[in-house]
């Protein structure tokens, strides 16, 4: 059992930047690590993802550009680092681990956060 923890959510204006950050219990040599969300009354989507090698990035394409995934192999930790936010950023976003190559769909990650909930006012 992997456990995962985001943290770093909160209420930001528009233009502004937000970190959240997702730490698992065990290393993360072995699982891709993805970033979702999900606004009320929509589907959970596909944020961010890097791989298990920690050598391939990938995103969802209203967010290239300004966001950033990275993470801290020592620390167990995955960072997902948000600029010039919208209001249509706002959402809980949620951290998931899969054994293997990153993927689009959450139905492919075993291993799920809480969620941390960021909200972005105009």
């Known amino acids: 059992q992997v456990h995962v923890v985001e943290s770093g959510g909160g209420l930001v204006q528009a233009g502004e930047s937000l970190d959240i950050s997702c730490t698992l219990s065990?290393?993360?040599?072995?699982?891709?690590v993805g970033w979702f969300r999900q606004a009320p009354g929509k589907q959970r989507e596909g944020v961010s993802c890097i791989s298990y090698s920690g050598e391939r990035t990938s995103y969802q394409n209203s967010v290239k550009g300004r966001f950033t995934i990275s993470r801290d192999n020592a620390k167990k930790t995955v960072h997902l680092r948000m600029n010039s936010l919208t209001s249509e950023d706002t959402a809980m976003y949620y951290c998931?681990?899969?054994?293997?190559?990153?993927?689009?769909?959450?139905?492919?990650?075993?291993?799920w956060g809480q969620g941390t909930q960021v909200t972005v006012s105009v």
């Open positions: 065990e290393s993360l040599d072995l699982y891709s």
């Open positions: 998931a681990a899969r054994y293997g190559v990153c993927s689009d769909s959450p139905s492919n990650y075993r291993y």
